[in-house]
């Protein structure tokens, strides 16, 4: 018998492939669960100058991105999180810092009824090729819990002097 995806203190995590392990935080502190790419023997879905393609990782699990480059990066897992509850994907700041690589979509949303692999979305920004390796940190997992309120009609008064949008602070 499973444990329950209600209890509010637990993700159910199912690797699909033999070896994959759990997010994990690397200090006490932190507040992200590292995720690691997995590469090996799969096919990686890119978008390469607007048009889609797959890339093979290979044996040796090594993912070539090219400039331009956005890839579905796949962690080798699935997991549901309890009601109420989203997983934040952010990139690891040396991926941006030192390889040129961001999330298009920062912060990526993990809902919890999402049933498949995750996966996360990188580009590569830079004017180089750059290499993703199996079982690298790639990114982060925030989980956070959310709030579900209803939208109704109504007027919306001014609550403050402050309009414009951009820079309406100052």
Known sequence: MGIMSESPSVIVFEPLFPGVVAPRRATAGAAGYDVCAHLVERLVRLCRDGAELEQSAGAQGRL???????????????????????????????????????????????????????????????????????GERIAQIIVQRFATLSWVPGVVTRSTDRTGGFGSTG
């Open 64 to 134: 070539s991105l090219q400039a331009g480059d956005i890839a579905l990066v796949p962690l080798g897992f699935r997991a549901r999180l309890p009601d109420g509850y989203e997983a934040q994907v952010r990139l690891r700041s040396s991926m941006a810092f030192r390889r040129g690589l961001l999330l298009p979509n920062a912060p990526g949303t993990i809902d919890a009824d999402y049933p498949d692999e995750w996966l996360v979305m990188m580009k590569n920004i830079s004017a180089r090729e750059v290499m993703l390796e199996h």
